[in-house]
C-alpha cells in the first residue's frame, strides 16, 4: 500500500452561483504554485449514550471543516481573490475594513510512494485575513513562508448517488484505485468536478393542449391526477427547460389546475408542466413548445 509523500497543483476557483438546483458554477480556475503543506481538520465528532449499565449506541457528525494552507507567499492577485480585498490603480492592494472573503474552491493532487497521485476538490469555503510576520535577515537563511485558514461547507445540491442522496463538501479520487476513471484525472484541474450523479430523469406528464379562454393564453389538460400531498406547476420561458431528474427542487413555477388558462404566452415560448411536491420537488415533467394552434387569439 502507497504512502503520500508530496502535494502540488494547488488550484482555486471563485463560487458565482449556488443554489441548490444545479451544480455550484465557478469563475475561472486560477493556479496557485508554492504550496508547502495543506491540511484539512473535519473536526469530526463522536458521541456515545449509555443504558442499561453499559454503552448501548454511538454516532459520529462532522464538524467545522477547516484548512489550512502553507504557501512560499501569496501573491497579490491570490490576496484580492481570496480574501475579497481590491487591487488598485498603481498595483497596490488596498486592505478594507469592510472586505469580505468570497466563496472558492480548491482543488490540488498528492503524491504517492508509488509514483500514482490523489486528486482532490473542496467545493465551497471561505478563507480568514492571514497573520503578517516578517523578521530581519540573520546570519543563516530562515524562509518566512504564509499561513491561510480557511472554514469550509457542504454545497447546496444534492446528489443522488446509488441509495443515498448526498450534499458533498469533498470530492476526491485516487489513481490507484482500478475502478478509477483516467479521463476524469487528466483533465481535473481544467474545471471543478463533481460526483456522477445516478439521479432518475423525471417520467413523463401526458397532457393535451389548445388554446385559452382568455386571448394570448393557452392550456393543458392532464391526464391523471397529481399523487398524494402533489400538485400540478406551470413555468413559461423563453428558452428551452431542462428536463429536471426525481428530486430536483423547482424554482420560479406557479400552481397550475389542470384545464386553466396559462397568460401572456406567445408562439415559440417553451412552457413546462411540473408534477411536484409540497417542498416543490420533482416527481413529473413535460415541455411543449407552442405553436400558434395552440394560443387563444
Not at 486560477?30 to 449499565?53: C, H, R, W
Not at 453499559?54 to 501569496?74: C, M, R, S, W, Y
Request: aromatic share 10%; glycine share 10%.
Amino acid at each position: 500500500m502507497a504512502t503520500r509523500i508530496g502535494c502540488d497543483n494547488l488550484v482555486y476557483a471563485i463560487l458565482t452561483a449556488d443554489d441548490g438546483t444545479a451544480d455550484p458554477s465557478y469563475g475561472e480556475i486560477k493556479e496557485a504554485p508554492g504550496v508547502m503543506s495543506l491540511n484539512i481538520n473535519p473536526n469530526a465528532s463522536q458521541e456515545t449514550i449509555f443504558y442499561d449499565d453499559g454503552p448501548g449506541e454511538t454516532t459520529a457528525t462532522l464538524g467545522n471543516i477547516e484548512v489550512e494552507i502553507q504557501k512560499n507567499e501569496l501573491t497579490t492577485e491570490q490576496k484580492a481573490d481570496l480574501l475579497g480585498h481590491t487591487i488598485d490603480s498603481k498595483g497596490a492592494i488596498v486592505y478594507g475594513a469592510n472586505d469580505t472573503p468570497p466563496w472558492v474552491a480548491i482543488g490540488y493532487r498528492t503524491l504517492k510512494s508509488n509514483g500514482e497521485y490523489r486528486y482532490v476538490w473542496l467545493y465551497k469555503g471561505k478563507f480568514l485575513e492571514p497573520e503578517d510576520n516578517s523578521e530581519t535577515k540573520g546570519d543563516s537563511i530562515n524562509f518566512q513562508a504564509e499561513t491561510i485558514v480557511g472554514q469550509f461547507v457542504k454545497v447546496e445540491k444534492k446528489y443522488k448517488i446509488g441509495d443515498k442522496e448526498i450534499q458533498p463538501w469533498k470530492y476526491e479520487i485516487d489513481e490507484e484505485y482500478e475502478e478509477a476513471d483516467s479521463s476524469l484525472m487528466a483533465t481535473w484541474f481544467e474545471d471543478v468536478k463533481y460526483p456522477n450523479s445516478t439521479a432518475t430523469p423525471a417520467p413523463t406528464i401526458t397532457a393535451s393542449w389548445a388554446p385559452g379562454a382568455e386571448v394570448g393564453s393557452t392550456s393543458a389538460t392532464i391526464t391523471g391526477s397529481a399523487g398524494s400531498g402533489n400538485h400540478f406547476a406551470v413555468k413559461v420561458s423563453g428558452t428551452s427547460l431542462p428536463t429536471p431528474n426525481v428530486g430536483d427542487l423547482i424554482t420560479g413555477i406557479s400552481t397550475y389546475v389542470s384545464g386553466g388558462d396559462i397568460s401572456n404566452v406567445e408562439v415559440g415560448d417553451f412552457v413546462g408542466l411540473y408534477e411536484v411536491t409540497a417542498t416543490n420537488t420533482v416527481v413529473r415533467f413535460v415541455q411543449r413548445t407552442l405553436i400558434a394552434d395552440d394560443i387563444k387569439e
